[in-house]
């Protein structure tokens, strides 16, 4: 099995940054050029008094000298004249990659191609190529022939001498031209050849054959084979010169058989295609002979109207490889998951107002020369260490390498010095995509040498390639609603993704699918205590109704670069380092060693860089002093080894030392001999303040937010990528996707029924008297003080806002109990206290402003153990209370005992709820942070069990840590199931399911398992009931995602930030092609940019239509319970996100082995309470 990259978990806000470039558009080969119709003879003809001044630009040969290296060749001019040229980065250094992203190789030795920043031309206008490029050698690299055709006979090609380099670079003399477009003739240079008489298209098509070829026997092929094949099979000659024999004459088909009239091209298509094998390429060193046709590029956009085949005849079958797999590539096709399909593929949902958006969405465009399939590579790097002095005759120990940059620059090294002509997309771990089979068997070993920076010191790594299996691209290029599911697979999806990051990802820093520039450049923000807040980009290609590149911004946390004694400054929160001593770093060592538990550090004497190593900290250690060991037998401390052997003395003997490498070692660092490595991530979870300033500095408006993606756009830089360039002909497209979009209208509220309904304005609207208001009794409840700030003064006043705005609200509460209590926040104090005042129906908790800790015991203490109800507030609430925080205080209490804030009103009840019993269910799971240990995931269940889609219950279980799907569904559903039945005496005929934080790789799982739960659920209870046969619907919410709307039109928005109006919706074109899919943006954004919910029917038994369900989601985002505003999502998903939060609390402080998920008991979570929306 091939090797599977390790997952890596972060965490990280979301928002914007990067850089744009003028893209390049890919040269044409002589079977794209064979395809054009007769008409282009008149558009050539038309473009004739253009081509005399034009031609004056065309260059010149020039004679090249031996000695002198050249350059890769001429840029390509940009297919897209929208395209204007982008301002210069602004992640800091320059783009040099973006016009040199080839190596330039000497004719002896081939270098490793390590691009270099250089700022982007602010030209908008195509470039006309420049004379010395006819120094310049081409790279665009010909693609074997997969299908042999027949060739007209050719005249055999007369070589003179030549030097070395101009063997290896060909400069070719000027010959005798037919009439040619511009294009044609800016970028054709050719070698003085005899030519057979042809026609003027023949002349303007045929590229001339430079280099021997292997001749190949007529095969009938379909008109997709010749006008799709690569370039002929030639046999290369070295980069030093090589006398050629004269050409052998070939056959080829004559033109008329490739330019056919569409209608024979659709005919011919669904003829079998006979496979010929094709020989094997030579062993020995070749350079490929580049030849561009004079026809300008054409690219194919996804919607083309073509009919093809679903797979090419040699691929395997849809995402499956050939000899080994690869977890992280395979995937059922989507026919094989069976999801209801759109009932017209080309439209959705009609209702609301139509308007326009633009979304960070940038169409991918295919080069016709983009290939069927991709040949897969299974990739194993090790590090051969070098063996201690006395040892080398042992054998090399060798390791596994996680380093990903590390990784890319071997593989890149490995490449330039075997086969520096081709490009293959890498993905940093295990896998290798090369447009055809690359010159070598079916597996590939080789040693190569890095230089290790750290080190000073060249280090040698083995590489070992080995040929995986094909992959079928060809369905990505044909990409439109109502294509055959069949060929539709994520492993597809994944290789694009590859081959569109791979350069990218060689020069930027790679976490997960975002990119951050180098961190040399400016930092954005200082979050404190040791962290730096950076920006960067995030892509990702994506399946619509044609192929997308998502592009959006990345906050992110990185640790500062810096000495170890600032940081351990700032963690303990000290101004000077003479300020640290012994004491202080052991009071607070827990934090410290949280924060270095990981970190890579950089260890080196001063004034001695060859001493500088590299270590990963485990923790702290003893100081220099107290640690002592064997030093030729003889036992010496730190301080003392460093004094006498290392010629150092150590300022701090007294602080702790790091403690460094392998965990069963005991290598100690003195502190102030190490400084942090730049370029860290940091995926532990942040601290509240700086959470605050991060949010603060990444929450935009959608006019910043939008440059931001273009400058992340241009950053990234995908178009300038060699491997789109020269191994896979792909292009994005500079400018982001506009598409339709709707405003669905809100629904029609009811509070009191004694009073008129209301709709919401802006996604927001004003409580009246609730539905169902609550009581509470004198003396039924009270107020505990847990802050030790004293509030006595302010409670009377704070009990007389609560009771005067619950009357408005018809709400009943009489006197608090008093005295009113404090006591301090130790666990044992709460459980006694709530013990003692059990009878109470409501206790409110005043808690400190920054202390989670106390809200979990107090949670865990109240619910679990005793079985009251509470409901903490902030102390900053009490001592200066506001009327609307009041007003949501009494949202919640209201809910908390049974009440009904507000409901549908009868006519704004949605359609496909209407006339039925229903049961909605919400469901999601918690993970704990990536830096936790020994935590459990939470899985919640929330369930409604009454007609006005108000009241819910919860179910809440452990599981293990990681693990999405929830493991014990089909006894949760159960338990719903019966509470529904007895509350309502009647069983539900629908069920309609969200489900939240599901992944496009997960929903296989939820439909083999989740959904499968809910069903053995539901037929278990039939056993009971015969009758109940519930129809299911499944909606998957997505959050987490990088999709972003921006309305074209300023009449469009309502807030300050020019956000979309909330109920904007976006169901076509960047949307799945087939299924039910849509984006909704339900709330009125507060701050910054507002983020759409994706959401996704896999399951629609009740046949809902798209409109059905798009008005159920919405109206239901405007149930939520804590305010009287619409929310992000959907109610019941929203409760099952704050159940899963509770559970979290009441875990808080435990620890889960293995072995506890075995025992059933032990990973529910009953709460002693008769209260079902407690977790309110």
């Known amino acids: 099995m091939p090797r599977k990259g390790k997952k890596k978990h972060r965490v990280q806000q979301e928002e914007d940054t990067s850089t744009s470039a003028p893209s390049t558009s890919e040269q044409q080969s002589p079977s794209q050029q064979q395809q054009k119709q007769p008409q282009q003879s008149s558009q050539q003809q038309q473009k004739q008094p253009q081509q005399s001044s034009q031609q004056q630009c065309l260059p010149q040969p020039v004679q090249q000298q031996a000695s002198q290296p050249q350059a890769w060749g001429p840029r390509p001019q940009q297919p897209f004249p929208q395209h204007q040229a982008s301002q210069p980065p602004a992640w800091g250094g320059s783009l040099m990659h973006a016009q040199q992203p080839f190596p330039q190789h000497q004719a002896s030795q081939p270098q490793v191609w390590v691009p270099r920043p250089q700022p982007f031309p602010r030209s908008s206008s195509p470039q006309v190529p420049q004379q010395q490029w006819a120094q310049q050698p081409q790279q665009l690299v010909q693609q074997v022939q997969r299908q042999p055709v027949q060739q007209v006979p050719q005249q055999p090609v007369q070589q003179v001498p030549q030097t070395p380099q101009q063997g290896a670079w060909r400069s070719q003399q000027p010959v005798q031209q037919v009439p040619q477009t511009p294009q044609q003739g800016a970028w054709r240079s050719q070698q003085p050849v005899q030519q057979v008489p042809q026609t003027s298209q023949q002349g303007a098509w045929h590229p001339q054959q430079l280099v021997q070829q292997i001749p190949q026997q007529p095969v009938p092929q ?199 002509e081709r490009y293959p997309a890498y993905d940093g771990m295990a896998n290798a995509f090369a447009a055809r089979d690359l010159p070598f068997g079916d597996s590939f070993f080789s040693e190569v040498e890095i230089f290790d920076k750290d080190r000073d010191e060249n280090r040698s790594y083995e590489v070992a390639i080995n040929k995986a299996g094909k992959i079928d691209l060809s369905w990505l290029k044909y990409i439109k609603p109502g294509l055959d599911e069949a060929i539709i697979n994520q492993t597809s999806i994944q290789v694009l993704d590859v081959i569109l990051r791979h350069a990218p990802a060689s020069r930027l820093i790679s976490v997960g699918k975002s990119l951050f520039p180098p961190v040399e450049n400016k930092r954005l923000e200082a979050l404190g205590k040791g962290l730096d807040l950076h920006v960067g980009g995030f892509t990702s290609a994506i399946i619509g109704w044609k192929p997308y590149l998502n592009v959006d911004v990345i906050h992110k946390a990185f640790a500062t670069n810096q000495t170890i004694l600032k940081l351990l400054c700032q963690l303990c929160g000290l101004r000077e380092e003479s300020e640290l001593d012994e004491k202080t770093v052991m009071y607070y060592e827990r934090d410290i060693c949280k924060f270095l538990n990981g970190l890579k550090v950089n260890y080196a004497l001063p004034g001695q860089p060859s001493t500088k190593r590299t270590f990963r900290v485990n923790g702290l250690g003893p100081n220099s002093i107290n640690h002592k060991f064997d030093v030729k037998g003889k036992m010496c401390s730190t301080q003392e080894y460093f004094a006498s052997l290392k010629n150092y003395r150590i300022n701090w003997p007294t602080l702790p030392c790091l403690w460094v490498g392998k965990r069963d070692g ?145 709400m009943v509460i009489g006197k608090p109990k008093l005295p009113y209590l404090k006591i301090r926040g130790q666990p044992r104090e709460i459980e006694q206290l709530f013990t003692r005042e059990k009878d109470m129906k409501l206790i409110i908790v005043i808690l400190p402003n920054h202390t989670d800790s106390v809200y979990g015991k107090v949670k865990q203490i109240s619910e679990l153990r005793v079985g009251v109800l509470t409901q903490c507030i902030k102390v900053k609430n009490i001592i200066r209370p506001n009327l609307s925080t009041i007003q949501n205080i009494l949202l919640k209490i209201n809910s908390k005992l049974n009440g009904i804030n507000h409901t549908f009103a009868p006519m704004g009840m949605p359609e496909c709820l209407r006339n039925t019993h229903y049961m909605l269910i919400g469901a999601d799971v918690s993970h704990p942070s990536p830096d936790a240990k020994n935590i459990p995931s939470v899985a919640a269940v929330a369930a409604s069990h009454d007609e006005t889609t108000f009241k819910y219950n919860v179910t809440i279980r452990l599981q293990q840590a990681k693990q999405e799907e929830i493991a014990d569904l089909k006894e949760i559903m159960l338990k719903h199931i019966v509470f529904y039945v007895k509350e309502m005496r009647k069983i539900p005929k629908k069920i309609i399911f969200y489900r939240d934080g599901v992944s496009e790789g997960q929903i296989a799982m939820v439909l083999d398992k989740e959904i499968r739960c809910i ?114 999502y959907p109610a019941p998903t929203y409760y099952a996100h704050l159940a899963a939060y509770r559970g979290r609390m009441w875990i808080q402080g435990d620890s889960y082995t293995d072995s506890d998920f075995q025992d059933k008991n032990k990973c529910k979570l009953e709460p002693k309470l008769i209260c079902p929306m407690s977790f309110i």
């Not at 090790?382 to 890319?408: F, H, Q």
């Not at 303040?689 to 500095?697: D, G, Y």
């Not at 972003?1044 to 020019?1058: A, I």
Request: proline share 8%.
């Open 1015 to 1128: 069903k053995e659920a539901c037929r278990e209870y039939a056993r009971v009931k015969p009758e109940f046969k519930p129809e299911l619907t499944f909606v998957i919410v997505q959050k987490r995602h990088h999709i972003r709307l921006f309305p074209t039109r300023k009449e469009d928005s309502d807030d300050k930030n020019y956000n979309v109006k909330a109920g904007t919706i976006v169901d076509t074109e960047i949307t799945h092609p087939n299924h039910i899919d849509f984006y909704l943006v339900s709330h009125a954004s507060i701050q910054g940019t507002a983020r759409p919910t994706k959401y996704r029917c896999i399951c629609n038994e009740s046949n809902f239509s798209e409109d059905q369900l798009e008005e159920l989601t919405y109206h239901l985002c405007h149930m939520y319970a804590r305010c009287t505003r619409s929310v992000s």
């Open 666 to 810: 005991k290598t100690y660092l003195p502190l102030e001999l190490c400084q942090v490595v730049p370029g860290q991530p940091i995926n532990r979870k942040l601290e509240e303040e700086q959470c605050t300033k991060m949010i603060r500095f990444a929450a935009t408006g959608t006019e910043i937010r939008k440059e931001k993606i273009m400058t992340a756009f241009n950053g990234i830089n995908v178009n300038r990528s060699p491997v789109t360039q020269c191994e896979f002909p792909v292009r994005v497209n500079p400018t982001m996707k506009e598409v339709e979009a709707r405003i669905l209208p809100p629904p029609t509220l009811q509070y009191d029924s004694r009073m008129q309904p209301m709709k919401p304005i802006r996604g927001t609207w004003r409580a009246t008297k609730f539905s169902t208001p609550a009581r509470l009794d004198d003396a039924t409840w009270t107020i505990v003080n847990i802050c030790p700030q004293p509030v006595d003064n302010k409670l009377p006043d704070f009990v007389k806002e609560l009771t005067d705005q619950a009357s408005k609200f018809g």
């Open 222 to 420: 379909t008109p997709q084979q010749g006008a799709w094949r690569s370039q002929q099979l030639v046999q290369q000659v070295p980069q030093q010169y090589v006398p050629q024999a004269p050409q052998q004459p070939v056959q080829q088909v004559p033109q008329q058989h490739i330019l056919q009239a569409p209608q024979q091209v659709a005919r011919r298509q669904e003829q079998p295609v006979q496979q010929v094998p094709q020989q094997a390429p030579t062993s020995r060193p070749s350079t490929s002979s580049q030849q561009v046709s004079g026809a300008q590029q054409q690219f194919e956009r996804g919607d083309a109207s073509v009919t093809r085949k679903a797979t090419s005849p040699s691929s395997t079958s849809s995402g499956q490889l050939s000899k080994v797999s690869v977890p992280k590539y395979k995937f059922k096709s989507e026919k094989d998951l069976n999801i209801p399909r759109r009932k017209d593929p080309k439209k959705a949902g009609t209702v609301g107002q139509r308007i326009r958006v633009w979304t960070n969405m940038f169409e991918i465009v295919f080069h016709k020369n983009f290939v069927d399939e991709a040949v897969h590579y299974d990739v194993k790097v090790v590090a051969i260490d070098k063996l201690p002095r006395g040892k080398e005759g042992s054998e090399p120990k060798k390791r596994d390498i996680k380093n990903k940059t590390l990784l890319r620059e071997i593989f890149e090294r490995c490449r330039s010095l075997h086969f520096p």
